[in-house]
């Protein structure tokens, strides 16, 4: 069974760092990107940072520069770590992956960060 296990949300004041972690399980295939995404209340989904098995990464223009991105091929986990964060950060994080065999767009539960004073 494909699971992917987030870690590592939580609440911070501004300024603030945060790590995340996310681990899978059961995949059985090779692992073309790895990311996040974020949602806040009342707004749709969107990219976050994402990094494909050749190294590539993506990042969302809100983010550039604050966060960064790696991956663990032979682990199969991708972190997140999130530094000078703001309120506006203040979101559901989901993990992505993307694999070669379907179902192929794999997410895992989320998890809440919440930054406030």
């Known amino acids: 069974q494909v699971q992917l296990v987030e870690s590592g949300g939580g609440l911070v004041q501004p300024g603030g760092s945060l790590r995340l972690s996310c681990a899978a399980s059961?995949?059985?295939?090779?692992?073309?990107?790895m990311g996040w995404y974020r949602q806040a209340p009342g707004k749709q989904r969107e990219l976050v940072a994402i990094m494909y098995n050749g190294g590539g990464i993506t990042y969302g223009d809100s983010v550039k520069g604050r966060f960064s991105i790696s991956r663990d091929n032979a682990r199969n986990t991708v972190s997140l770590q999130m530094n000078s964060l703001k309120v506006e950060d203040t979101a559901v994080y989901y993990c992505?992956?993307?694999?070669?065999?379907?179902?192929?767009?794999?997410w895992g539960q989320g998890t809440q960060v919440t930054v406030s004073s």
């Open positions: 992505y992956m993307l694999r070669s065999v379907g179902p192929a767009a794999l």
């Open positions: 059961g995949i059985g295939s090779s692992i073309y990107v």
